[in-house]
């Protein structure tokens, strides 16, 4: 059973998130386990918010059908998203889900607070996927091409006295001013001490200043 406590930590809306929690429920699949909900809050009426949420195998949307009564829900597997993001604007952040095929899905008026840890939740996800992937595509290269071994018997060994060992003398290399600010700027971004839109700003002034 999902406990809804855990998704009501930025004002999202309880009704919306109850709803949405007990379809899902029955949803999903062995070992899957839901990461975050985000639910849709239009500047004016926002009686029947889209909700979207992500799991550790896919994403979920949850729009309400036929005036509030009923709920259609499309899921997207990770292997079927190319790239996820997110675009704050004034009312709220718009998401964006590009997959392998087809057209972008795009949802407007995400708050920006759920739009950040919807894109953060996403992105650690997709990114575990990619790398899983790459991992599994390592391996079956180097299975099909190992050698054939064969064995022979062995040879006397010849023991001869080690070489002493000379420690490589380290290399430092001092990273300029700039590149000291740009690494400085990324990691407020990544602690979410800034916006995104902050972000790009300040570092176009830095390297305007080269």
Request: hydrophobic residues 35%; proline residues 6%.
């Amino acid at each position: 059973m999902i406990l809804i406590d855990r998704f009501l930590s930025d004002e999202q809306d309880p009704k919306a998130v109850e709803k949405v929690l007990g379809k899902l429920n029955d949803m999903l699949s062995t070992n899957e386990e839901l990461i975050y909900l985000a639910v849709q809050k239009r500047p004016a009426v926002n009686l029947l918010p889209t909700c979207i949420a992500v799991s550790n195998k896919r994403i979920f949307y949850c729009e309400p059908g036929n005036f509030g009564i009923t709920m259609n829900f499309k899921d997207i597997s990770w292997k079927s998203i190319k790239e996820i993001s997110f675009k704050e604007e004034i009312f709220g952040s718009k998401f964006i889900c590009v997959p392998t095929y087809g057209e972008n899905i795009i949802t407007e008026y995400i708050p920006k607070v759920q739009a950040r840890k919807l894109y953060q939740a996403a992105h650690e996800q997709l990114e575990g996927f990619k790398e899983q992937q790459r991992q599994a595509e390592l391996e079956d290269k180097r299975s099909s091409t190992s050698p054939v071994t064969v064995t022979t018997a062995p040879e006397p060994k010849v023991i001869e006295e080690p070489a002493p060992y000379v420690a490589p003398t380290p290399i430092v290399e001092q990273e300029d001013e700039t590149t000291l600010k740009l690494r400085k700027l990324k990691t407020l971004f990544d602690k979410q001490l800034i916006t995104l839109e902050e972000y790009e700003a300040k570092k176009a002034d830095i390297l305007d200043s080269l």
